[in-house]
């Protein structure tokens, strides 16, 4: 678990922190059409009470199949997005990966950068895990 952070560049770190300070970040990239069509889960429009749902299921992950990853601003922490794998309970030798990131970072090249290091530290802790979807 990475609990103080990862830096990715330097406007930007990963960890593995999400909490209720989280919501109104949540509920303000998660609201945009275009980041909702690509993402096949989110509810839209997305409430307060859905981003509670969220960081409880995400509490709640007691089979240890999901890690979730929040990218954030290193100047005041925001959520800015996140990344995600989900491990099948059938086969642990197989995961899913997601990811979102709020357009006002688009098209900075962030996410092959932020995906290349989560899937080294995945990859690290799931010793068995052969193939990523």
């Known amino acids: 678990m990475i609990s103080n952070g990862c ?57 240890n199949l999901t890690r979730i990853f929040s990218i954030r601003l290193k100047t005041n ?14 086969n642990e030798r197989r995961t899913k990966i997601g990811y979102w990131l709020g357009e006002p970072y688009w098209h900075r090249g962030l996410m092959p950068k932020i995906v290349k290091k989560v899937i080294e530290m995945i990859k690290h802790e799931w010793k068995n895990l052969v193939r990523i979807e």
């Open 77 to 90: 922490n925001e959520l800015i997005g996140g990344c995600g794998f989900h491990r099948s309970i059938k």
């Open 7 to 63: 830096d990715i560049d330097d406007e930007i770190y990963i960890d593995e922190i999400l909490t209720n300070e989280d919501i109104p970040s949540l509920v303000k990239y998660f609201n945009n059409p275009i980041l909702h069509a690509n993402l096949l889960t989110i509810p839209y429009p997305y409430t307060t009470k859905d981003g509670e749902d969220f960081i409880q299921k995400i509490k709640s992950n007691s089979l």
